[in-house]
């Protein structure tokens, strides 16, 4: 155990009302959800363990730990006025089973385990979801061999209800589909993750929790003692700062920061690598009079030499259909638009990360995904070879989300999680996220174990 992080309930209650006395007024988000914003008071106040990144699991991440050590003071610090408003705002909205994944991988484990774990989640909050199934379909005869080794990858990763279809029960399971085989996946669903997010923060809060919102992050550093402080400094030696002077101290930190885990981690010291590269998908919709056509999941045999799964049907909880996404470099990291731009982040992408050499190696990919943005037909007649009927004039074009996809130096997609540290007296008290990709979502609630075990373990708590 570590000296100081043993302190009486009442302790802890009381430095978190004091927080809120100095935050001003609660605020009122979605879902009766309580936020504690910064105000402009400039006063310091303290904290066991921040987390850093109020996007789902940053929001899990805390819930699991306050529920795990109910005495500590914990809080979450998110950079934008409302919580989960980037990657789980912006994404499909898909329960995934975890077929995809190469067996005894994290994701695999996590994704079968979260996808879990999140159904029973939201039977508990009564959280709406639909399990509609997804359908991965080969059209071509020369996917049949990868749809079949698929199939057997999902068996080995303990998906639940795996079956391979032919074409006239493809037709039973989606009347306007055409395909020569499929896998039917009946346990992926559907459901809004910033609900599940929000959800987990009201937890969070409800626990004894903090949630400070418009607190962006400018630095990490090491708190210098001094006669007015010495005492907050010996107990809480981490200070972190953000764009407006305002501090937070605390004891340990746990960063969260998706697509901008890589700058955090510098900023606190430790490795920079792997870079964080944006890339947007974009989707479109079909218009309400034509989503009879689709009733579950739709989605293409995924194609090894590419890093992404492929244009699909997705269903939406409001009843919409998206179609896509597509994967197009973004010039911004929370650019949402195909013309967003900020210098910084695209000199990032060239200089600092392998996106030469991935380009390189996936160069007409990456050409084709760009045609398919600008030109609806070419996306037209790549989903007619699932459902014939769609046509240009049944298609509108739809949100997008941006994908931080870590990089290494060589170009190489790093597909799985990571979390590291540093070292030195600031390293030592830090856990990073570096690396949560789809299905992070998906698997949030496991991702929160591991991580509350690793925090558990790294600074004894």
Known sequence: MVPGLRYLRVASVRARRGLLEACGPALRRPGSLRVSGRGTSTSTSSFDVVIVGGGIVGLASARALILRHPALSIGVLEKEKDLAVHQT?????????????????????????????????????????????????????????????????????????????????????????????????????????????????????????????????KDIEMAKESPSRSKDGMKYPILIKNTKGEEIQCQYVVTCAGLYSDRISEMSGCSPDPQIVPFRGDYLLLKPEKCYLVKGNIYPVPDSRFPFLGVHFTPKMDGNIWLGPNAVLAFKREGYRPFDFNARDVMDIIINSGLIKLASQNFSYGVNEMYKACFLGATVKYLQKFIPEITVSDILRGPAGVRAQALDRAGNLVEDFVFDGGVGDLGNRILHVRNAPSPAATSSIAISEMIADEVQQRFEL
């Not at 994944?101 to 989640?121: D, I, T």
């Not at 509609?132 to 999902?154: D, H, N, S, T």
């Open 89 to 217: 705002g912006h994404n499909s909205g898909v329960i995934h089973s975890g077929i995809y994944y190469k067996p005894e991988s994290l994701k695999a484990k996590l994704c079968v385990q979260g996808a879990a774990l999140l159904y029973e989640y939201c039977n508990q909050k009564g959280i709406s979801y639909k399990q509609c199934g997804k359908l991965i379909v080969a059209v071509e005869q020369e996917e049949i061999p990868r749809l079949q080794a698929l199939y057997e990858r999902g068996l080995q990763n303990g998906v639940q209800g795996l079956r391979l279809i032919q074409q006239e029960d493809i037709k039973k399971k989606e009347p306007y589909c055409r395909g020569l085989m499929a896998i039917d996946c009946p346990y992926t669903g559907i459901v809004d993750y910033r609900q599940v997010a929000l959800s987990f923060a009201q937890d969070f809060q409800e626990a004894g929790g903090s949630v400070l919102t418009n607190f962006e992050v």
